[in-house]
């Protein structure tokens, strides 16, 4: 034996990723574009089909404006000590962060259309539900500043 091995060598992990991405018909992007042909969280939603891509940029910002609201209702908000608040403002918080979360995997599909959508529900919900734009803080004392979402 001349020195010479053969076993075949172990497949890269791109060839890996771009073997998995043409079993699905195509490659994930990595930068933003724009267009109705894209996946959002779940396989093959929503297709090709423009009324589905409106139905997800829909969804998108509902999701993201539901967020906002959640985020600033009463029941976020600090209380007298109680097992049941707690329970409540535990849940409250659990299903915003779980929303959020899935925002932000529908903005990794790098669509720009996604992306606008998110930022807009993020922007609305913002300016109806936490901003001086609907309600007058003036005699509220308590009113917080724009709140941190790390």
């Excluded at 929503?46 to 009324?51: A, C, F």
Aim: one cysteine or more.
């Amino acid at each position: 034996m001349s020195g010479s091995s053969s076993a075949a060598p172990a497949p890269s992990p791109s060839a890996f990723f771009q073997h998995r991405h043409r079993h699905h018909g195509g490659m994930m992007h990595m930068t933003f574009f724009w267009g109705k042909n894209t996946e959002v969280l779940f396989d093959g939603w929503p297709g090709t089909s423009l009324t589905m891509y409106w139905v997800c940029l829909a969804a998108i910002f509902a999701f993201s404006a539901l967020s906002e609201w959640i985020s600033r209702c009463g029941v976020m908000k600090a209380g007298p000590a109680s097992f049941g608040g707690g329970i409540v403002q535990t849940v409250a918080y659990t299903v915003r962060a779980g929303l959020s979360y899935l925002i932000m995997l529908a903005v990794m599909s790098f669509n720009g259309g996604v992306f606008l959508a998110a930022m807009a529900g993020f922007g609305l919900g913002f300016m109806i539900f936490g901003s001086r734009a609907f309600k007058d803080t003036a005699g509220n004392q308590t009113h917080t500043d724009v709140q941190s979402h790390c």
